[in-house]
């Protein structure tokens, strides 16, 4: 699939997922925006890997709805347009029912909806006014097997991530006749650092056996998915949710 002259976004892009996805949309011939919270040295390492560029780095915390617009107008700026946009920033915390307090619940609920949830409903909102006005464009939200098994020690993180699937399948359909082509990667775990001490605990056995495979998916088998999802041979594949899980979990 070529990229060439693609401007591409990627919500939390400095390790993991978004590193990988950065990785594949460069070597396929596109110019990146990587979005980054605070770790600044990795978006930089991250964006010195990039193949072609130019390429360029976008500071922004995404759950502050006040600073999305800013983040689109500094992307568009910086790449000259904007073609696609993976919304891969997200968070997960236990939060066990019976073990957390109601403050603790109540907090757990809002920090994540806001940034697995409603950031990524703005940063549509404002790519989409962008897209609308300029032909068009892709946008790939990743979500998770949470969101159709369930994480009963962290329902909030599930509760996000079947919310960010059914948002992307509503605006699927909205946005089909602008041109907007919008799909879902949901995978398992995947072997970054926000699975790393879970991978290397007691669980770590239990974990990769899940899969018949015997491991959990690498960033690089995640990014495929999107790439795929992104790509303009893709666009009646709008509103598809791609599981890359090894098998692990298969929905109905």
Same mark, same amino acid.
């Given at each position: 699939m070529n990229f060439q002259g693609k401007r591409v976004l990627i919500t939390g892009g400095s390790?993991?997922?978004g590193k990988a996805?950065? /990785?594949?949309? !460069? +070597?396929?011939?596109?110019?990146? !925006?990587?979005n980054y919270l605070h770790n600044a040295e990795a978006a930089k390492e991250t964006q010195a890997t990039l193949k072609g560029g130019p390429h360029i780095l976008v500071q922004a915390d995404v759950s502050n709805p006040a600073?999305?617009?800013?983040?689109?107008? +500094?992307?568009?700026?910086?790449l000259g347009g904007l073609d696609i946009v993976v919304n891969n920033a997200g968070i997960s915390q236990v939060h066990p029912i019976d073990k957390v307090s109601y403050e603790e619940w109540q907090d757990t609920w809002q920090l994540i909806l806001s940034v697995n949830l409603v950031a990524p409903a703005n940063v549509i909102y404002w790519a989409s006014q962008f897209m609308r006005a300029n032909g068009g464009g892709r946008i790939v939200n990743v979500s998770s097997r949470g969101a159709f098994r369930g994480e009963p020690?962290?329902?909030?993180?599930?509760? *996000?991530?079947?919310?960010?699937?059914?948002?992307?399948? *509503?605006?699927?359909?909205?946005?089909?006749?602008?041109?907007i082509y919008l799909g879902v990667v949901a995978p398992g775990f995947v072997e970054t650092d926000m699975a790393a001490s879970k991978l290397s605990?007691?669980?770590?056995?239990?974990?990769?056996? /899940? *899969?018949?495979?015997?491991?959990?998916?690498q960033p690089e088998e995640v990014a495929y998915a999107v790439i795929f999802l992104a790509a303009e041979e893709s666009r009646f594949s709008t509103g598809t949710i791609i599981d890359v899980n090894g098998a692990s979990y298969l929905r109905g």
């Open positions: 390790r993991g997922i996805c950065a /990785q594949a949309f !460069a +070597e396929r011939g596109a110019k990146v !925006a990587i600073l999305i617009e800013g983040m689109i107008v +500094e992307t568009v700026k910086g020690e962290m329902p909030a993180y599930g509760a *996000s991530k079947a919310g960010l699937n059914a948002m992307t399948q *509503s605006l699927a359909q909205k946005l089909a006749t602008e041109n605990g007691p669980q770590g056995d239990f974990i990769r056996n /899940q *899969s018949p495979l015997g491991r959990v998916a």
